[in-house]
């Protein structure tokens, strides 16, 4: 009896208060809860059925609050995400996951919008809820897929505009070496016969025709460069190898860049697309080192590793800046990007740590769209 009377003297003074506190706490969170901007629901853990919800998510869903305590998880979700929402909500009552997620959320007409979603297990009123705190981000979600779908479009009009050079490279490659490469073989043929028939005493006539024999041979040797440039007859005939090799030493010569090689392609099989695509990249990157590196030296690398033709170009120039990397104009940069991408592969552009820019490309074996 003591003890019983005891008790109540300590409820009095310590039971009171704490009671009335906990009921201002209550009534706190009832103010929190229903007054958030972003949307408010508990669920009970085992059920998933809704316990109670505040005004903005009953907003966001078209629904009233005694509608939505009639519902659960199972009944707010489309069907197609409902797999991935219910692996999350089980998760989140076993206290496994500490990150929000993205889930889609069905409104009363059927129309989905989607919401990040934060959860916490939490007591109220005696017994464990599930408290979700939503956030709608339909529209940012709609302005990444529309700018996901620009760039898809991007890609493939990049793609086809690629084609399309490829094609027009080779028709000019051909013009110049059969139209203009054969008529000025013509000229060169006539100036030799007319150097050979001309009567003594002719030395100006001679030197005049001594000039346009220079000039004329002159002019082959660049039609005939451009033509190589533009399309490689040694990548058609021999392969992706001796064409990469060839240019190479065609550059070196010409230039005077060293340029040290190492293959090791093995019984790599001809894929036309694939072997073009390493061939552009490798001259663009060669390009670089001649335009804005100042490079005296070029370490080439061409070999298989795994399932990828790994290419790596290397030189001992000023190296590329962090801006030129990030420039959005350096339509060669993108260029070599947009090749490898399209075949499912990459490129990619760095500083090396002892001077001197590194491009590596990889480009797999057996393209992504069977090129």
Not at 184 to 207: F, I, K, S, Y
Request: charged residues 30%.
């Amino acid at each position: 009896m003591l003890l019983i009377l005891l008790g109540a003297l300590v409820f009095q003074r310590v039971g009171q208060p704490l009671v009335r506190r906990l009921a201002e706490s209550e009534q706190l969170f009832r103010g929190v809860f229903q007054g958030a901007t972003d949307g408010m629901m508990m669920a009970d853990p085992v059920t998933g059925q809704f316990t109670r919800a505040n005004r903005t998510i009953c907003q966001m869903l078209d629904r009233g609050e005694e509608e939505i305590r009639e519902l659960g998880v199972k009944d707010i979700v489309p069907e197609d995400a409902l797999p991935y929402v219910m692996d999350q909500f089980a998760r989140q009552v076993r206290g496994e996951l500490t990150s929000s997620a993205q889930i889609p959320l069905r409104r009363k007409d059927g129309s989905v919008l989607f919401a990040d979603i934060s959860a916490a297990n939490i007591e109220w009123s005696g017994r464990s809820q599930m408290l979700g705190i939503f956030r709608d981000v339909t529209e940012r979600k709609q302005a990444e897929e529309a700018l996901r779908e620009s760039r898809d479009r991007l890609r493939k009009l990049a793609a086809r505009l690629d084609e399309v050079r490829e094609v027009e490279r080779n028709l000019l490659a051909r013009e110049l070496h059969d139209a203009v490469g054969q008529a000025l073989t013509a000229m060169r043929w006539d100036l030799d016969t007319l150097e050979e028939e001309l009567p003594e005493g002719q030395d100006t006539l001679v030197h005049r025709i001594h000039s346009m024999i220079d000039v004329t041979t002159d002019a082959m040797e660049r039609v005939n460069r451009m033509s190589h440039e533009l399309r490689s007859p040694v990548l058609e005939l021999l392969g992706l190898e001796a064409a990469v090799e060839a240019h190479a030493e065609e550059l070196q010569v010409r230039t005077g860049v060293e340029v040290e090689s190492d293959f090791d392609l093995g019984d790599l099989k001809v894929r036309a697309e694939r072997d073009e695509v390493v061939l552009r990249i490798f001259q663009e990157s060669m390009s670089n080192v001649l335009r804005h590196a100042e490079a005296s030296n070029v370490w080439l690398r061409l070999r298989v590793e795994g399932e990828d033709v790994v290419l790596e170009v290397l030189d001992d120039g000023s190296g590329i800046t962090d801006e030129q990397m990030q420039d959005s104009g350096s339509f060669g940069l993108i260029g070599m990007r947009e090749r490898a991408g399209r075949l499912g592969g990459s490129v990619e552009i760095s500083r090396h740590s002892e001077g001197g820019t590194r491009v590596r490309a990889e480009i797999p074996i057996e393209p992504a769209n069977g090129g």
